[in-house]
């Protein structure tokens, strides 16, 4: 499994900007398709965005659309989440994942199922 490692959460005020990041271990990481969920307290744990390994697609829950924007530095090994116009329902633990075997470049997924490895979560805590 890929080690993957979070990075970049914070306690903001509500309109505030932040952006995660993802390092990826291993060689392959363009070849994967990345994603990001988040857990608030008390509830299960909910998809943010996704993209396809190419970079090319992307996809965000309704909740981030317009606000977040995801990416990927694939030399670099590194996924990205920037995230603009917090608020306070955004507040939860912030996690990457990888899904190490994609059927195509251009997929993605919105489930967990798919994927493989998992970071240990970012906090982003954004208060009014």
């Known amino acids: 499994q890929v080690q993957l490692v979070e990075s970049g959460g914070g306690l903001v005020l509500t309109g505030a900007s932040l952006r995660l990041s993802c390092a990826a271990s291993?060689?392959?990481?363009?070849?994967?398709?990345m994603g990001w969920f988040r857990q608030a307290p008390g509830k299960e744990r909910a998809f943010v965005a996704a993209i396809s390994s190419s970079g090319r697609i992307t996809y965000y829950a309704d909740s981030v659309k317009g606000r977040f924007t995801i990416s990927r530095d694939n030399p670099k090994n590194t996924l990205y989440l920037q995230m603009n116009s917090l608020k306070p329902e955004d507040t939860a633990l912030y996690y990457c994942a990888a899904d190490e075997n994609p059927p195509h470049a251009g997929y993605y997924s919105d489930y967990e199922l798919p994927y493989d490895s998992w970071g240990q979560g970012t906090q982003v805590t954004v208060s009014s």
């Open positions: 291993g060689r392959t990481f363009s070849s994967y398709a």
